[in-house]
């Protein structure tokens, strides 16, 4: 509404329109404002602190694990055949599959980093807004950043603190969000163990 103002007070041509020099200076005013404003927005946006972190921990398997995985699966699948569940059998397999392929690769680093707004993790933005409380967990090494969000589907974020100072992520966390014990999920504790 303002630059509308503006324009409407500028100079105008014998047929009443507004003269090309105005309209280019309006475009450049508008331009400079833009600038100004997306300066202001990066600058917000400057990390407070930034960490690397692997995906997951990796644990190097040994062929016994292997053999392991593979005998309960086999027997689990020809359990499913013989009581005719075909479909969950073939389910199983799927997820085996998968789980083999996921455990057997070295874990991607993802940048994370705390912001005015929130905290990023590989270029995903979780709002402060979105994100009820955190914990970090001392007692295993490395140490992990538990987030617990206000999301039903996806209630908890774990990041491993590798190389950063955990001390200095809950100081910066706490002007932000509450501090509250939280624990893994007994599922993602349960396949870290048997090395997934």
Request: glycine share 6%.
């Amino acid at each position: 509404m303002r630059i509308y103002r503006i324009v409407h007070a500028g100079p105008k041509t014998h047929d009443g329109g507004l003269s090309a020099g105005f309209i280019n200076m309006s475009y450049q005013r508008l331009f400079i404002y833009t600038f100004i404003i997306s300066d202001v927005i990066i600058k917000t946006m400057q990390p407070l602190i930034s960490w690397d972190s692997p995906e997951h921990i990796h644990i190097e398997k040994s062929n016994d694990w292997y053999w392991a995985v593979g005998i309960v699966s086999i027997t689990a699948v020809a359990l499913c055949f013989i009581f005719g569940n075909i479909i969950f059998g073939v389910f199983i397999i799927v997820g085996i599959f998968a789980l083999l392929v996921h455990s057997s690769r070295k874990p991607n680093t993802v940048h994370c980093e705390i912001n005015d707004r929130g905290i990023t993790i590989d270029s995903r933005l979780y709002s402060f807004l979105s994100l009820e409380s955190f914990w970090i967990d001392s007692e295993r090494e490395p140490k992990r950043l538990i987030i617990k969000s206000l999301k039903t589907f996806m209630p908890y974020l774990i990041v491993h603190l590798v190389d950063i100072d955990s001390e200095e992520i809950r100081t910066v966390l706490l002007d932000y969000i509450a501090e509250t014990e939280h624990h893994e999920p007994l599922s993602q504790q349960i396949f870290e163990r048997l090395g997934f």
